[in-house]
């Protein structure tokens, strides 16, 4: 596509549900990042893919979390037993190659919006 | 890891006014890039300044890798320049790092 497509881009949820969060990165972008924004602050690193390489996991806060990639396309970020410190927008971004020595630019999704009550 | 820092946190501006953000990091880089995030929170890329000076219309960015920090600087700023604005480094050419961001705000 044309951009980061992410999706839902609002979703509220009650405390202990599980939610799914999905990204569609640019075609042909083989690297893709999660992060996580709260309110008012900076972006926190969740998860790396890079193609078929074992995806870079150090920033999952917690077990609750994980993500998976299907190949170079649409990746699923998922939260189990949701907690209201979950809520924050989770930003899903590509980039054209895995090597960030090479310059390539990463691009941003819109980001979903996700609110636990 | 590596750390980054941004200052000034928040940043209040008359229209036209020039600004100078800066942001330092606590290990040598292999990339840096500034992005730009408006009001309604896209994030949008404006420099990759591993080192260098670069210039984009009114916005410009050095960075001086020995000393291990970047500038961005913004000139006759307008109301549309609002945001916040983030470094983000990676050293290991993998995931970056973000800094946590100047807030500006700039008034008609």
């Known amino acids: 596509g044309a951009g980061v497509s992410q999706s839902p881009s609002n979703k509220v949820t009650e405390k202990g549900k599980d939610v799914e969060l999905r990204c569609d990165p640019i075609s042909g972008h083989t690297a893709l990042y999660w992060y996580r924004q709260r309110l008012g602050q900076g972006l926190e690193f969740l998860i790396y893919f890079q193609g078929n390489s074992a995806p870079d996991k150090s920033g999952l806060p917690s077990d609750r979390f994980s993500a998976e990639r299907t190949g170079e396309s649409v990746s699923t970020l998922t939260i189990q037993r949701t907690q209201q410190e979950d809520s924050a927008v989770y930003l899903c971004?590509?980039?054209?190659?895995?090597?960030?020595?090479?310059?390539?630019?990463?691009?941003f999704g819109e980001g979903s919006w996700l609110t636990v009550v | 890891g590596i750390q980054v820092e941004q200052s000034p946190p928040d940043l209040i501006l008359q229209e036209g006014a020039n600004s100078t953000l800066r942001c330092n990091f606590s290990d040598s880089v292999n990339n840096l890039q500034w992005f730009h995030q408006n009001p309604w929170g896209q994030l949008i890329n404006l420099f990759y300044i591993p080192s260098g000076t670069k210039q984009n219309g009114r916005l410009s960015a050095t960075t001086v890798a020995t000393e291990r920090y970047s500038l961005l600087y913004i000139s006759s700023s307008q109301t549309t320049d609002s945001g916040v604005y983030f470094c983000?480094?990676?050293?290991?050419?993998?995931?970056?790092?973000f800094g946590p961001g100047t807030r500006l705000s700039v008034l008609p």
């Open positions: 983000a480094v990676s050293s290991s050419g993998q995931n970056f790092v």
């Open positions: 971004a590509s980039s054209l190659a895995g090597s960030l020595l090479l310059g390539n630019t990463i691009y």
